[in-house]
């Protein structure tokens, strides 16, 4: 497994540093915005894109207190 930041605004110049062939989790604050690269990466042929329901923040507030909310 491993980690790139790509932030939104540059997902289509940097498609190619995006691996297709492993599943892509993208978050953002509040899931939103992910869920629109997620959307974008599906239409470019990415087989397994998900996307972090409720973000960061409800990461944070649901799943792990001791990850800091912003």
Do not use: K
Request: proline content about 10%.
């Amino acid at each position: 497994m491993s980690t790139l930041h790509v932030p939104m605004g540059e997902i289509p110049a940097r498609l190619a540093q995006v691996p297709a062939t492993q599943p892509i989790i993208a978050f953002c604050h509040h899931g939103m915005r992910s869920a629109q690269v997620v959307a974008f990466l599906s239409q470019h042929g990415y087989p397994e894109v998900y996307n972090l329901a409720g973000g960061t923040h409800a990461w944070s507030t649901l799943v792990d207190p001791s990850v800091p909310c912003y």
